[in-house]
Nanobody
Framework: VRLVESGADPVQYGGSQRLLCVVFGNHYPANYLAWFRQAPGQEREGVACINSATGVTTYTDPVKGRFTISRDNSKNMVELQMNSLKPEDTAMYYC????????????????WGQGTQVTVSS
């Protein structure tokens, strides 16, 4: 199973960005698909998560109302639409898959992409 992220281009403050994560493998790898991010010198933190079966979503406070996660099970793809971007959203964004919950606990997610850099200029 391999997760591959794409879609990050430089963007200005207040702009929008859409990230895509495609899952390659013999089966859909997880009940829960999430996006995490990590800025230089900081710990990796959760951003958004979706239950791939029910579509129920969870967001962390810094992105609520600005980011939207969605999935297309037929295409083995999960998307993160990011609006009203701020410089503090600058980070490497990772797609992850897990079987346990959308609690944004790193060890609950067993499949990770290589990351895609999001840079928001002021």
């Amino acid at each position: 199973v391999r997760l591959v992220e794409s879609g990050a281009d430089p963007v200005q403050y207040g702009g929008s960005q859409r990230l895509l994560c495609v899952v390659f493998g013999n089966h859909y790898p997880a009940n829960y698909l999430a996006w995490f991010r990590q800025a230089p010198g900081q710990e990796r933190e959760g951003v958004a998560c979706i239950n791939s079966a029910t579509g129920v979503t969870t967001y962390t406070d810094p992105v609520k109302g600005r980011f939207t996660i969605s999935r297309d099970n037929s295409k083995n793809m999960v998307e993160l639409q990011m609006n009203s971007l701020k410089p503090e959203d600058t980070a490497m964004y990772y797609c992850a898959g897990g079987w346990i919950s959308c609690g944004f606990i790193l060890t609950d997610f067993h499949f990770w992409g290589q990351g895609t850099q999001v840079t928001v200029s002021s």
